[in-house]
């Protein structure tokens, strides 16, 4: 069994910042590429960022310049490092490693909202 462990989400206000941790198994986290996708409110989930194993990174154009995603082999986390955050970045976040299966974690919830 492949569990992912996200956490970091909460109340934030407009212009804030979080970061998002997901921890995977090392040798799952060492072999994919991992990523973080979002639903918000009445809409569907969205890629919004990846990071293949080599570290190659592609991001949504919403939060291109804003989002930072990283890998730490060391620790086996990957981290969505968000920025300059608006009140349409408010979704449940969710980590993602790409087997063959894929994998999710259970998803942690972010609100940007003064």
């Known amino acids: 069994q492949v569990q992912l462990v996200e956490s970091g989400g909460g109340l934030v206000q407009p212009g804030g910042s979080l970061r998002l941790p997901c921890a995977a198994p090392?040798?799952?986290?060492?072999?994919?590429?991992m990523g973080w996708y979002r639903q918000a409110p009445g809409k569907q989930r969205e890629l919004v960022a990846t990071?293949?194993?080599?570290?190659?990174?592609i991001y949504a154009d919403s939060v291109k310049g804003r989002f930072t995603i990283s890998r730490d082999n060391a620790k086996n986390t990957v981290y969505l490092q968000m920025n300059s955050l608006k009140p349409e970045d408010t979704a449940v976040y969710y980590c993602h490693v790409q087997t063959v299966a894929g994998v999710w974690g259970q998803g942690t919830l972010v609100t940007v909202s003064s």
């Open positions: 990071i293949t194993s080599s570290g190659f990174t």
């Open positions: 090392g040798i799952i986290f060492r072999a994919y590429a």
